[in-house]
T-cell receptor, first 112, second 105 residues
Framework: DVKVTQSSRYLVKRTGEKVFLECVQD?????MFWYRQDPGLGLRLIYF???????EKGDIPEGYSVSREKKERFSLILESASTNQTSMYLC???????????FGPGTRLTVL | ELKVEQNPLFLSMQEGKNYTIYCNYS?????LYWYRQDPGKSLESLFV?????AVKQEGRLMASLDTKARLSTLHITAAVHDLSATYFC?????FGAGTRLTVKP
């Protein structure tokens, strides 16, 4: 079974703080993804990575950056958190870029 | 811009009834995915549809794909309470808004 884990289930941060969300997968998948989920909007892709140190912008990359130093780990960074980044953040991985994705449990981030 | 549209967004059903959720997408894709999300949980894969005319069934759920019409359907047969969840369709890296299904006794 694919397992995708995320570092925190719940996180509360203050405006302007730098925030790190971490994701680890144990199935040697090449591809990893970060989404945010908001009511009525579904999941929106922030960034994805198809290899170590490689990244591509998704639909809503503004205010975010990512890091992939090891194949199994993909980090999402909020350089200066703002209240409109309060959301549920979901990490996913897949064997090939267009294959089905396997999701982590999510991190509910609140920015005050 | 690639769009994935689901309808309805909210669906309240009685147990034992049948219903269909529709998923339209705006550009060419030869594959489509259905996921389920229970409240407070993450998404889990339900169906992977990889070609035109593909049909897959699991229990009371059946999914189909028409790539020419850019349409997928998720048909629910004789709904039971355990099917209450939010269902998402997706083409690669693009998700619909989700359909929140509630099955009432």
């Amino acid at each position: 079974d694919v397992k995708v884990t995320q570092s925190s289930r719940y996180l509360v941060k203050r405006t302007g703080e730098k925030v790190f969300l971490e994701c680890v997968q144990d199935m040697d998948h090449e591809n990893m993804f970060w989404y945010r989920q908001d009511p009525g909007l579904g999941l929106r892709l922030i960034y994805f990575s198809y290899d170590v140190k490689m990244k591509e912008k998704g639909d809503i990359p503004e205010g975010y950056s990512v890091s992939r130093e090891k194949k199994e780990r993909f980090s999402l960074i909020l350089e200066s958190a703002s209240t409109n980044q309060t959301s549920m953040y979901l990490c996913a991985s897949s064997f090939a870029i267009y294959n089905e994705q396997f999701f982590g449990p999510g991190t509910r981030l609140t920015v005050l | 811009e690639l769009k994935v549209e689901q309808n309805p967004l909210f669906l309240s059903m009685q147990e034992g009834k049948n219903y269909t959720i529709y998923c339209n997408y705006s550009t060419t894709s030869d594959r489509l995915y259905w996921y389920r999300q229970d409240p407070g949980k993450s998404l889990e894969s339900l169906f992977v549809l990889l070609s035109n005319g593909a049909v897959k069934q699991e229990g009371r759920l059946m999914a189909s794909l028409d790539t020419k019409a850019r349409l997928s359907t998720l048909h629910i047969t004789a709904a039971v309470h355990d099917l209450s969840a939010t269902y998402f369709c997706a083409v690669p890296m693009r998700f619909g808004a989700g359909t929140r299904l509630t099955v009432k006794p």
